[in-house]
């Protein structure tokens, strides 16, 4: 079964193709086929429900300069260095994945 830490990959395969009747090879496939088009969809700036239990989407985050500011742990002033514009993924829990936790 699951250990503490969650369920292992191939824990999953195996217990879905036991639940499903398929085997393990086709339940792997499926994932794989799944993958290539959350990566397609997001790539192109398009977001994605997986089957109402959370949503998946590119976020554009801004680019930050430069800045000096004080440390924390010191009081000192130090430089931070500036962040180029980049993009992150989101995952948005769907209302019925946190009535379930």
């Known amino acids: 079964m699951a250990s503490k830490k969650g369920l292992t990959r191939s824990e999953l395969t195996s217990e879905l193709a036991e ?3 398929l085997k393990s090879k086709e339940i792997v496939s499926v994932f ?3 993958e290539d088009l959350l990566k397609k969809e997001l ?5 994605a429900s997986i089957f109402g239990l959370f949503k ?3 976020k554009d985050k801004a680019a930050r300069p430069a800045r000096t ?4 742990f010191t009081g000192e002033m130090i430089k931070v260095a ?4 980049s993009k992150a993924v989101k995952i948005k829990p769907s209302k019925v994945l946190k009535d379930m936790v």
């Open 19 to 21: 639940k499903t009747g």
């Open 32 to 34: 794989k086929e799944l």
């Open 43 to 47: 790539k192109k700036g398009h977001q």
């Open 56 to 58: 998946i989407e590119v």
């Open 69 to 72: 500011m004080k440390s924390p």
């Open 82 to 85: 500036a962040k180029p514009a």
